[in-house]
């Protein structure tokens, strides 16, 4: 039990660290090529349409980082 907590931490601790560094992941559905990849009727890869869920940049915000960034602005909003 108590060595399951300590590897969650450290889980949860890198992960923290992972968004603070490197806010910015690759977009899951594109791949991070900004556009999706399609296939012809004969096989042969062809450049789709842009990616809507990143806007055609290839790149999304963390989950994590999102968090952070909504609890940043509640905090501020509260200092005022």
Known sequence: MFDA???LC???????MLCARVP???CRRCKGF???I???RSGHLRR?????????TGVRLRIGRRIWN???RARQDNAR
Do not use: E, K, L
Not at 10 to 16: K, V
Not at 48 to 56: K, L, S, V
């Open 10 to 16: 450290i889980i949860t601790a890198g992960y923290i």
């Open 5 to 7: 907590f300590v590897w």
């Open 34 to 36: 900004g556009f999706i």
């Open 38 to 40: 399609r296939r012809t």
């Open 70 to 72: 909504a609890w940043d």
């Open 48 to 56: 789709g349409r842009d990616c809507r869920r990143c806007n055609a």
């Open 24 to 26: 910015f992941g690759r």
